[in-house]
């Protein structure tokens, strides 16, 4: 079983045609600055999938520090 779907795999890769074109920007409405980073070019098209409600595994959740 396919653990994204097509059209997912279809956000992420447009995230990535953004970065490489350097229109793609971070933060909410894109007011932060330009993303330079792969693998934030690949979280950005994940999120930018799950808002549109496609098949992507959800986040995993921050690891808590032991003290």
Request: net charge positive; proline share 3%; charged share 45%.
């Given at each position: ?8 795999r ?6 990535m ?6 229109t793609?920007?971070s ?31 959800k ?5 808590k520090?032991?003290?």
């Open positions: 079983m396919a653990k994204y779907s097509r059209s997912a279809k956000d992420v890769k447009s995230a045609s953004r970065r490489k074109k350097g793609l920007k933060g909410k409405g894109g007011k932060g600055g330009k993303v330079k980073s792969r693998k934030q070019a690949i979280a950005i098209g994940l999120s930018e999938a799950r808002e549109k409600g496609k098949k992507v595994p986040r995993k959740s921050p690891r520090k032991r003290s």
